[in-house]
């Protein structure tokens, strides 16, 4: 799966998940009122709000990497990112293989 779709998909899962706690946030915990109060509002919506939902994109965005996310191998190796290839000894900046720039 492409890094657009993966990241679209994370985005869209984590506005589902969070969707119910951002209507009912200020009714259901008072913890919140007293948080705006005390630090401020910008303060308390990115502390329980925007630091959660980035954490559950990451992780949903991680998840999916590495379960559907492309099949590089993680040898150490400098590859050419269309076909893989390893570009060691290259004095171009092209790939032998199939002529992507690098
Ligand atoms: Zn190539």
């Avoid at 969070?18 to 910008?42: C, E, N, W, Y």
């Avoid at 099949?71 to 790939?95: A, V």
Wanted: hydrophobic share 45%; net charge positive.
């Amino acid at each position: 799966m492409h890094w657009f779709w993966r990241m679209a998909l994370s985005m869209v899962v984590t506005c589902i998940l969070a969707s119910p706690f951002a209507v009912f946030v200020d009714d259901v915990f008072p913890v919140v009122m007293k948080l705006t109060r005390i630090i401020g509002q910008r303060t308390t919506v990115f502390i329980l709000g925007v630091i959660p939902s980035m954490v559950c994109s990451m992780s949903i965005y991680g998840l999916l990497t590495r379960y559907c996310g492309p099949e590089i191998p993680f040898d150490g190796e400098t590859r050419c990112r269309k076909c893989l290839y390893i570009l060691k000894g290259i004095t171009k900046p092209r790939c032998p293989e199939c002529g992507e720039r690098i």
